[in-house]
């Protein structure tokens, strides 16, 4: 079983940035795959940024150029760095980790860009 708890969320002007954290219990850290996925009101969950183990990384066209995956496995935590922030960017985000077959999840932060 793996924990995660993700921070970092607020309030933020439009073309501002923010960092979110996921802080993930347990020791083998480094196998899994992290992922960050967010959800706008009345929409889906989007999957946005993923870093494999290798430290490979996957963006979606909403978020690439803009939002930056990363992982510090000494410190059991993945981050997203966002920058260029629009409104449009306003949902809760989840962090996941992931190891066939099993995906965890944490319990979300919300992100709000607003003027």
């Known amino acids: 079983q793996v924990q995660l708890v993700e921070s970092g969320g607020g309030l933020v002007q439009p073309g501002g940035s923010l960092r979110l954290s996921c802080a993930a219990s347990?020791?083998?850290?480094?196998?899994?795959?992290m992922g960050w996925s967010r959800r706008a009101p009345g929409q889906q969950r989007e999957l946005i940024a993923v870093?494999?183990?290798?430290?490979?990384?996957k963006y979606s066209d909403s978020v690439k150029g803009r939002f930056t995956i990363s992982r510090d496995n000494a410190k059991n935590t993945a981050y997203l760095q966002m920058n260029a922030l629009t409104p449009e960017d306003t949902a809760v985000y989840y962090c996941?980790?992931?190891?066939?077959?099993?995906?965890?999840w944490g319990q979300g932060t919300q992100v709000t860009v607003s003027s």
């Open positions: 347990g020791s083998i850290f480094s196998i899994y795959a």
């Open positions: 996941n980790a992931h190891y066939d077959p099993e995906v965890w």
């Open positions: 870093i494999a183990a290798n430290g490979t990384t």
